[in-house]
């Protein structure tokens, strides 16, 4: 099966664009007109753009994204304020909050029906576990043992392993990518996932509107549901000028029989498996997950889906009891439960006033003693993500960051390198990934922490989206991720602090940059 190619979204998108801007400019018109009838309006607007200010200071939000926005409002003292008010917060995706907080765990019940395992790694080393058990309270995902992990570092060392599972399938399959393109990756998926939906096999899948709107054609949903794949576009992309588009499913999930899951950096398009050239060679990784803490990433699955695509169906069908049992005899043996180490995958949410990846980033970098490797593609963080490197690093914790040594955005990669001299100052290490552009997003620490998922180290990522990332604690495979890592870095070349220097006006065009940062 071949994925269609779009014929006439660039046209759409084109056309969306120019309609965002005339709306844009209609509403500044119409605003300029009545201001200058109205001497009180203008004073009432100025007004409400102080007690915006006055609101973000207090908020409970990322200091750098209130700064930009105080900034923005105090340029334009008299759109500013409403702007931020339509705009700039929560309100927009407030129906998309409530549809998911009313499907969110409700039967939350089964996530512990196999046994937490978070006592036996607090009682194992309590400073880890009490990083898992505020990932357990925040997110509701617990810690599980007996789940094994296989690591790919690469897309195209995937492909193989995850065909054959796929074809293993006899219950169901859930999909779940920000982006979806035709080409060999997604044409070997999906004619697998035809294949199943006409054997009977409950295949559903989730894609992002506006990560693959200038790549699959705009009834690809319903042209999935005609082949037997249930299929739900997220956060449709309309005509209407609204923020709450920047909410956007960046989550990467395959999920089978609730059995094996894979999980990571990836999407479906062929420079991820490097069929094709896009910015040298395409570095990223996943993970592939066997055991109960599948169910975690089954459960974030079907909150989504249930809450866009009701079905009104128990999570109890997609419950795998024979790996349950198997689980429940495990944990009698506390030597058995440290040989297998420590899974838990979490789900991240824009909806909430909890941030929790960045949250998790900063505790691993608090808990570090002896070193912290991290991928980023981009490196666009808040004072506080940027204290914690510094201080990572000051206290004499080998602090590396691998970076693309190929942008895939220039003004993004522009923004990283800004982020580079006050980190190489504190003692970080920074490299950039030579043969090509760097996708992974994956931190590794002191041979007993690693993280892969979808959460990069940018505001989008930590503030406006959906993202998943699998924790692994005393693992076999964190041992692993950290030597791709130091492979990696064999290839890369090392930045020094002389490499940031830059002149006047390049150092104005970075805090321009750094104010737009959280809109990015």
């Known amino acids: 099966m071949k994925l269609p190619r779009p014929r006439t979204r660039s046209i759409k998108a084109a056309l969306l664009m120019i309609i965002f801007i005339i709306q844009i400019v209609w509403l500044?018109?119409?605003?300029?007109?009545?201001?200058?009838?109205?001497?009180?309006?203008?004073?009432?607007?100025?007004?409400?753009?102080?007690?915006?200010?006055?609101?973000?200071?207090?908020?409970?939000e990322s200091p750098a994204y209130r700064m930009?926005?105080?900034i923005l409002i105090s340029l334009f003292p008299v759109f500013g304020g409403l702007f931020y008010f339509l705009f700039g917060?929560?309100?927009?995706?407030?129906?998309?909050?409530?549809?998911?907080?009313?499907?969110?765990?409700?039967?939350?019940?089964?996530?512990?029906?196999?046994?937490?395992?978070k006592e036996a790694l607090l009682e194992h080393d309590f400073r880890v576990g009490s990083l898992a058990?505020?990932?357990?309270?925040?997110?509701?995902?617990?810690?599980?043992?007996?789940?094994?992990?296989?690591?790919?570092?690469?897309?195209?060392?995937?492909?193989?392993?995850?065909?054959?599972?796929?074809?293993?399938?006899?219950?169901?399959?859930?999909?779940?990518?920000?982006?979806?393109?035709?080409?060999?990756?997604?044409?070997?998926?999906?004619?697998?996932l035809k294949k199943k939906a006409a054997e009977g096999v409950d295949v559903r899948l989730i894609y992002d509107d506006f990560g693959c709107l200038m790549r699959l054609p705009s009834n690809f949903d319903k042209q999935m549901e005609e082949i037997g794949i249930k299929a739900l576009k997220f956060n449709p992309i309309k005509p209407?000028?609204?923020?709450?588009?920047?909410?956007?499913?960046?989550?990467?999930?395959?999920?089978?029989?609730?059995?094996?899951?894979?999980?990571?950096?990836?999407?479906?398009?062929?420079?991820?498996?490097?069929?094709?050239?896009r910015f040298g060679y395409w570095k990223d990784n996943m993970i592939r997950?066997?055991?109960?803490?599948?169910?975690?990433?089954?459960?974030?699955?079907?909150?989504?889906?249930?809450?866009?695509y009701p079905t009104d169906e128990s999570y109890d069908k997609f419950i795998n009891k024979e790996v349950r049992l198997q689980t429940n005899q495990l944990m009698d043996s506390k030597e058995a439960v440290l040989a297998k180490g420590f899974v838990q995958p979490f789900g991240d949410s824009p909806?909430?006033?909890?941030?929790?990846?960045?949250?998790?980033?900063?505790?691993?970098?608090?808990?570090?003693?002896?070193?912290?490797?991290?991928?980023?593609?981009?490196?666009?963080?808040?004072?506080?993500?940027?204290?914690?490197?510094?201080?990572?690093?000051?206290?004499?914790?080998?602090?590396?960051?691998?970076?693309?040594?190929?942008?895939?955005?220039?003004?993004?990669?522009?923004m990283t390198q800004s982020y580079y001299a006050p980190l190489l100052e504190a003692g970080v290490r920074i490299y950039e990934y030579t043969p090509g552009f760097l996708h992974a997003?994956?931190?590794?620490?002191?041979?007993?922490?690693?993280?892969?998922?979808?959460?990069?180290?940018?505001?989008?990522?930590?503030?406006?989206?959906?993202?998943?990332?699998?924790?692994?604690?005393?693992?076999?495979?964190?041992?692993?991720?950290?030597?791709?890592?130091?492979?990696?870095?064999?290839e890369s070349q090392e930045i020094y602090l002389e490499d940031t220097r830059t002149n006047f006006l390049g150092e104005l065009w970075d805090s321009f940059l750094r104010i737009l940062a959280p809109f990015v």
Request: glycine share 4%.
């Open 351 to 414: 909806l909430d006033d909890e941030a929790l990846g960045e949250n998790v980033y900063r505790d691993i970098l608090n808990i570090a003693q002896d070193y912290v490797y991290i991928y980023t593609p981009y490196l666009v963080i808040s004072y506080e993500l940027q204290q914690a490197l510094t201080l990572a690093a000051k206290r004499g914790v080998d602090v590396r960051l691998l970076t693309p040594g190929t942008p895939d955005k220039k003004a993004v990669y522009r």
């Open 289 to 308: 997950l066997q055991g109960p803490a599948i169910w975690n990433l089954t459960t974030l699955f079907l909150d989504m889906w249930n809450a866009f």
């Open 68 to 70: 930009s926005w105080i």
């Open 441 to 490: 997003k994956t931190f590794v620490c002191d041979d007993k922490i690693a993280s892969i998922g979808t959460i990069n180290l940018d505001y989008r990522s930590l503030y406006l989206h959906f993202e998943t990332s699998t924790m692994l604690y005393y693992h076999p495979v964190v041992d692993v991720i950290k030597q791709d890592f130091l492979e990696s870095q064999a």
């Open 28 to 60: 500044i018109i119409t605003f300029n007109n009545l201001l200058a009838y109205s001497v009180w309006l203008n004073i009432l607007l100025t007004l409400f753009s102080v007690g915006m200010i006055l609101y973000l200071v207090i908020k409970n």
């Open 240 to 277: 209407n000028l609204t923020l709450a588009y920047n909410t956007r499913d960046h989550r990467k999930i395959i999920e089978i029989d609730s059995t094996i899951a894979y999980t990571g950096g990836l999407n479906l398009a062929d420079e991820y498996i490097n069929t094709i050239d």
């Open 133 to 192: 058990n505020y990932i357990n309270n925040y997110a509701n995902m617990p810690v599980y043992s007996n789940t094994d992990v296989e690591y790919f570092p690469s897309g195209e060392s995937m492909m193989e392993t995850l065909i054959r599972d796929l074809e293993s399938a006899q219950n169901h399959i859930f999909v779940e990518f920000f982006i979806i393109e035709g080409g060999q990756m997604s044409d070997a998926i999906f004619n697998v």
């Open 89 to 117: 917060n929560k309100r927009p995706a407030r129906k998309m909050s409530k549809k998911i907080q009313e499907q969110v765990h409700k039967d939350l019940d089964k996530m512990y029906e196999v046994p937490n395992a």
